[in-house]
């Protein structure tokens, strides 16, 4: 149970026990071995990447409200813009969507990885599949490579690889928010202290310098909320009802969301 809080469901589920020499991908040792390996990589990087650009978002702003989301609010393609924009609903159909994109291809780096540990370190296949999937979510190839922070698929794959550090990220983030309204500054210090607890909980390897970079990806795209939270002009979640679909913010909150650093 500890090793399974620890390292998470990849560790412990069992189905793609093995070694290179003797299992599923038995390759040889040499060259030859070490450029499947590559390719296996390279592989599981494009189908990650692919995955997470399937922005659900976007999608569900298209097809339910012949909108696009990243036109209103923030301009980001995340479950908070769409619950400021649409509602409780489509916000967290959109959340789900995006976890499950990220579920798939964590898993899909354990089916190619497992938890070999002397390829490029223990994990390294999950972990990079979701970050695979969290770079996609942010720069989809399908919508000009303009989506959303990846919260959400970064809180998914840490509930994947690390389930006690994902509660104890997800901890700080409602307390955060409950004490101060901002999503984003609940966003930005969950995943500030995210590699220090996986860390504490999983020693040192690969995965906790893919943690690292997740960590300052998911900083850099709220670059403008952390610019707006400085000058004071971020808004506040609201969570009361929509309406006609649209979200119809306090006068207080009017200011356009629209990051400066957007091409």
């Not at 390292?7 to 071995?33: D, H, M, P």
């Not at 901002?182 to 607890?197: D, K, N």
Request: hydrophobic share 50%; net charge positive.
């Amino acid at each position: 149970m500890v090793d399974l809080l620890n390292y998470g469901l990849v560790y412990r589920l069992g189905f793609v026990e093995y070694s290179w020499e003797y299992g599923i991908f038995a390759v040889r040792i040499g060259s030859a071995a070490n450029v499947q390996i590559a390719l296996m990589y390279a592989l599981l990087i494009i189908t990650g990447y692919l995955l997470g650009g399937l922005n659900a978002g976007i999608i569900i702003s298209k097809l339910a409200f012949r909108d696009d989301i990243r036109n209103h609010g923030s301009g980001g393609a995340g479950a908070t813009n769409m619950l400021r924009t649409y509602g409780k609903p489509a916000a967290a159909v959109t959340f789900m969507l995006d976890g499950i994109k990220t579920v798939i291809a964590v898993f899909i780096g354990v089916i190619m990885f497992g938890n070999h540990f002397n390829v490029v370190g223990m994990f390294a296949g999950p972990y990079i599949g979701g970050l695979a999937a969290i770079v996609g979510h942010a720069f989809p190839v399908y919508y000009k490579f303009k989506g959303g922070k990846s919260v959400a698929a970064t809180f998914f794959m840490v509930l994947l690889t690390s389930p006690i550090t994902a509660l104890i990220c997800l901890l700080i983030f409602v307390i955060i928010v409950k004490w101060t309204k901002y999503v984003s500054l609940g966003s930005v210090m969950a995943v500030m202290v995210y590699p220090m607890i996986l860390n504490r909980f999983t020693g040192v390897g690969t995965h906790n310098l893919i943690a690292i970079i997740v960590m300052f990806l998911v900083i850099f795209l709220h670059r403008g909320n952390i610019k707006r939270l400085r000058l004071g002009e971020e808004n506040k979640i609201n969570l009361r009802k929509k309406k006609n679909g649209i979200d119809s913010m306090p006068e207080n909150n009017q200011l356009e969301n629209k990051e400066d650093e957007e091409k």
